[in-house]
Structures are given as structure tokens and as C-alpha cells.
């Protein structure tokens, strides 16, 4: 099995192997990712984090064998960190994987990567326990943030991508789409017998899941709709908090915490 790892700040990967192919997904600095096949200039690869499959630009990978692969629990925590490669800088998102080996300078792939970050810009999500605090303080970054179809940053984000990067955070995998994480965790017979943390899903007429967000305290809800935003939660769906209007049909509650 071929590997390889991202170290750009954030590459897309596309349902078919052209650039004008749908973006279905993306992967993040310092995410790996199996190979399994190329066509012209793409590569047909598969997340090692949440094991989605797409295509990807060939010339944006960079490959590693299996004996280089580093294993971390670490995240970055500023919205964007400076990051030092070879005498060029990037700018890595919120979220990305960090590999300590020496102090605060990494060592990847025989590239020297120095993170240039004080030690309170990364968390240990196995550190990590589910409070209004953490939660609020993970989710903050993402306030605001565009809805963008298969985004996962930052720099824009859909709703299964948002709730999978914030529960990252604590440790807890997550699948890539609503339907896929809708079958995870432990079931929650109704909204009163929601708490925090808690994932609700939405569903279209046909009765498919198509939507995700994570329940706050008071009837509140933070999902990505247009942008990263807090909207109100009751038994039938949400309501946007703007214009009272019904925008997301109630399907199941689950329990991951």
C-alpha cells in the first residue's frame, strides 16, 4: 500500500479526476491519505482519518512509505499557523494534525517543519472533556465561517465537516457525511432527553439525512447553513434565529460523550 501526506495548507478532493469535478471532501496539513490509483493528472486516494475516498491533484502530495508515518493526538488551535518548510512559509488551518518529536520542531518525511507556535496553540484531544467551556472555545474559531460543499476548515465548511473537525478535538471520530456519522453513537428518544453535545440530524421530504449539528444549552443549536451559526432547536427542527423561518426538518438525535 502506497502513502502519502498533505503539506499544503488545505487540498481538495474531487468526486472525479478532473479540476472541475465536484469537491467532495478535503484534507488538511498533515493528514495522510492511501493511494490507489492514477488517471492523467489525479490521484485516486482514501482518507486514513474518516477512510473517504476522492481524487486528488497528483502534484500535491507528497509521498511517504509506511515507516514515516507519525501518530498524534495533537491539533493546532489558532485559526491559521505560520508554519516554516525549507526556508518558505505556509499558513496551516485550525485543526491540523501536529507531530512533536523535538520540543516545538518537527521532523517530517525528511523535511524539516518548524510549527512556530507557543505551547497553548496546540490541545491533546485525549486531554479532553466535554464542558460548555470546551465546547464554546472549540467552536469559536469556526463562527462565521462560509458553507462551503465539501469544505472541512476554517477557510469554509459543511455541516458534517464542521461537526467532525469540532469532535476531533475531543478524540471522537467521526465519519465524513451527516448520513454516514447519522448511523454512530448511541440513539436519544427525543430532544428532552438531549444535552450537550449531542448530534442532530436533519433530514429532506424523501426522509434522507442531509444535514448535521451539535446541541447547545437553552434550545440552541450550531451547525454550518450559509455560514458557521446558532440557530434555535426544537422537536420538528430549526428555526433560524434571524427570521423565525423553518429551515431543517428534525430526523434523530445521537450520543457520542
Same mark, same amino acid.
Given at each position: 500500500m502506497q502513502f502519502a501526506i498533505c503539506l499544503l495548507s488545505v487540498i481538495p478532493m474531487r468526486k472525479e479526476p478532473f479540476h472541475r469535478s465536484e469537491m467532495v471532501s478535503q484534507i488538511l496539513f498533515g493528514e495522510y491519505v492511501t493511494m490507489h490509483g492514477e +488517471?492523467?493528472?489525479?490521484?485516486?486516494?482514501?482518507?486514513?482519518?474518516?477512510?473517504?475516498?476522492?481524487? #486528488?491533484? %497528483?502534484?500535491?502530495?507528497?509521498?511517504?512509505?509506511?515507516?514515516?508515518?507519525?501518530?498524534? *493526538? %495533537?491539533y493546532t488551535t489558532s485559526f491559521a499557523t505560520p508554519v516554516t518548510q525549507n526556508n518558505t512559509m505556509l499558513h496551516v488551518p485550525y485543526g491540523s494534525p501536529v507531530y512533536q518529536q523535538n520540543g516545538f520542531s518537527f521532523q517530517?518525511?525528511?523535511? %524539516? #517543519? *518548524?510549527?512556530?507556535?507557543?505551547?497553548q496553540q496546540m490541545v *491533546? %484531544? +485525549?486531554?479532553? #472533556?466535554? *464542558?460548555l467551556q470546551t465546547l464554546t472555545?472549540?467552536?469559536?474559531?469556526?463562527?462565521?465561517?462560509?458553507?462551503?460543499?465539501?469544505? +472541512?476548515?476554517?477557510?469554509? #465548511?459543511?455541516?458534517?465537516?464542521?461537526?467532525?473537525?469540532?469532535?476531533?478535538?475531543?478524540? @471522537?471520530k467521526l465519519l465524513r457525511d451527516a448520513y454516514l456519522q447519522a448511523g454512530q453513537g448511541k440513539p436519544v428518544n427525543s430532544l428532552?432527553?438531549?444535552?450537550?453535545?449531542?448530534?442532530?440530524?436533519?433530514?429532506?421530504?424523501?426522509?434522507?439525512?442531509?444535514?448535521?449539528? @451539535?446541541?447547545?444549552?437553552?434550545? +440552541? @443549536? @450550531?451547525?454550518?447553513?450559509?455560514?458557521?451559526?446558532?440557530?434555535?432547536?426544537?422537536k420538528d427542527g430549526i428555526l433560524n434565529c434571524e427570521n423565525g423561518k423553518r429551515t431543517h426538518t428534525m430526523h434523530s438525535i445521537k450520543r457520542f460523550f
Amino acid at each position: 500500500m502506497q502513502f502519502a501526506i498533505c503539506l499544503l495548507s488545505v487540498i481538495p478532493m474531487r468526486k472525479e479526476p478532473f479540476h472541475r469535478s465536484e469537491m467532495v471532501s478535503q484534507i488538511l496539513f498533515g493528514e495522510y491519505v492511501t493511494m490507489h490509483g492514477e +488517471k492523467d493528472d489525479f490521484t485516486l486516494v482514501k482518507c486514513e482519518y474518516d477512510g473517504y475516498e476522492g481524487w #486528488i491533484q %497528483s502534484n500535491q502530495l507528497t509521498h511517504v512509505s509506511n515507516k514515516e508515518l507519525l501518530q498524534t *493526538n %495533537s491539533y493546532t488551535t489558532s485559526f491559521a499557523t505560520p508554519v516554516t518548510q525549507n526556508n518558505t512559509m505556509l499558513h496551516v488551518p485550525y485543526g491540523s494534525p501536529v507531530y512533536q518529536q523535538n520540543g516545538f520542531s518537527f521532523q517530517m518525511i525528511g523535511n %524539516s #517543519i *518548524n510549527y512556530l507556535m507557543l505551547p497553548q496553540q496546540m490541545v *491533546n %484531544s +485525549k486531554e479532553q #472533556i466535554l *464542558n460548555l467551556q470546551t465546547l464554546t472555545a472549540f467552536c469559536q474559531p469556526f463562527i462565521n465561517t462560509p458553507y462551503l460543499w465539501g469544505g +472541512k476548515s476554517v477557510f469554509g #465548511i459543511d455541516c458534517s465537516g464542521f461537526v467532525q473537525q469540532v469532535f476531533k478535538l475531543f478524540g @471522537i471520530k467521526l465519519l465524513r457525511d451527516a448520513y454516514l456519522q447519522a448511523g454512530q453513537g448511541k440513539p436519544v428518544n427525543s430532544l428532552e432527553e438531549a444535552r450537550l453535545g449531542d448530534l442532530s440530524f436533519f433530514c429532506n421530504e424523501g426522509g434522507r439525512v442531509t444535514h448535521v449539528g @451539535i446541541i447547545l444549552e437553552g434550545n +440552541k @443549536i @450550531i451547525h454550518s447553513s450559509g455560514r458557521v451559526r446558532v440557530d434555535t432547536v426544537d422537536k420538528d427542527g430549526i428555526l433560524n434565529c434571524e427570521n423565525g423561518k423553518r429551515t431543517h426538518t428534525m430526523h434523530s438525535i445521537k450520543r457520542f460523550f
